[in-house]
């Protein structure tokens, strides 16, 4: 059997972050989960080892974290990365730059009193090993202005920057250096299935405020995207798989909606089904 290469999946939540980001990837095929219909687009990114699978997801937090659930636990990928878009927070940062999340902040958590209302924070800290592989990524990227800072996530979009929902971020989460939609969902989710790192990487495309129309039509998304998913090419450049990791042991083969996996002397049956005996032997016996 010929090797497999280990998979990272990167998702996106509009169709022009995914357009951005599926223009790095090559020798691209449409994969679907038999059960849940659940498309992924799966290819190679040159000149690494992943094999990369590419879902939009659609908007909002919720959605996102039920999504990235569904794909975790039907390619069990070695990392995630949500690429796309965001507001900025912060005077300093602006159209085109790029945010990497070290923290994804949901933003709505807490509990309205007589006093007003008491913010619960709720975050998930990005994988060390992908911050890591950012930070040194960037350093040769003159074309892009990266900021390593918290992100806000939550279920709104942030055209005031006067807004109760502005002044809300400033009181509670005055670290965050960008507001999207989904990113504190995917995190959860790749936080709970204990197996994938996640990173969030956004591309700024306007400043949160009244001229955020304007900055839209003007191209700024398309902007931010392309930085974005420039971005997220160059982590999966510097990260590198596990030892000894390949798609027999991490994930199921291209087309098999999650059955059963034949890798080695190894038979994997997560996510299958079969009836009757099984026999095996094991190692070293007859």
């Not at 390619?75 to 999340?101: E, H, M, N, T, Y």
């Not at 975050?123 to 592989?133: D, G, H, K, M, Y």
């Not at 040194?136 to 800072?149: E, G, I, L, Q």
């Not at 398309?222 to 974005?228: D, P, S, V, W």
Request: hydrophobic share 40%; charged share 25%.
């Amino acid at each position: 059997m010929p090797e497999t290469k280990p998979t990272v999946v990167v998702l996106t939540a509009l169709a022009l972050e995914y357009a951005a980001v599926r223009a790095h990837i090559t020798d691209r095929e449409e994969d679907v989960h038999p059960e849940d219909g659940t498309r992924v687009e799966i290819g190679r990114l040159d000149g690494t080892p992943w094999r990369v699978a590419l879902a939009e997801l659609g908007e909002g937090v919720d959605n996102a974290a039920a999504m990235t659930t569904q794909i975790i636990n039907w390619l069990r990928p070695q990392a995630v990365l949500f690429v796309g878009i965001a507001g900025s927070l912060k005077d300093d940062i602006v159209v085109g730059d790029v945010v990497v999340g070290t923290k994804a902040y949901a933003v709505h958590g807490g509990k309205w009193t007589p006093q007003g209302f008491l913010s619960r924070p709720e975050a998930w800290r990005a994988s060390n090993a992908l911050v890591q592989a950012a930070r040194s990524a960037v350093r040769d990227m003159t074309d892009v202005r990266p900021h390593f800072k918290p992100i806000a996530s939550g279920d709104v979009v942030l055209a005031d920057a006067e807004s109760q929902i502005a002044q809300h971020l400033r009181e509670h989460y005055n670290d965050a250096a960008a507001i999207e939609m989904e990113g504190s969902g995917a995190a959860h989710a790749a936080h709970l299935s204990g197996q994938s790192p996640a990173l969030v990487i956004r591309g700024i495309s306007d400043l949160a405020d009244g001229d955020k129309a304007d900055a839209d039509a003007g191209g700024s998304q398309e902007l931010a995207a392309a930085q974005a998913a420039k971005v997220a090419v160059a982590v999966l450049r510097k990260h590198r798989p596990r030892a000894g990791s390949s798609d027999a042991q991490e994930g199921p083969q291209r087309g098999s909606g999650g059955g059963d996996t034949y890798g080695g002397d190894h038979i994997d049956f997560r996510g299958g089904t079969f009836h009757g005996p099984v026999v095996g032997k094991q190692a070293g016996k007859p």
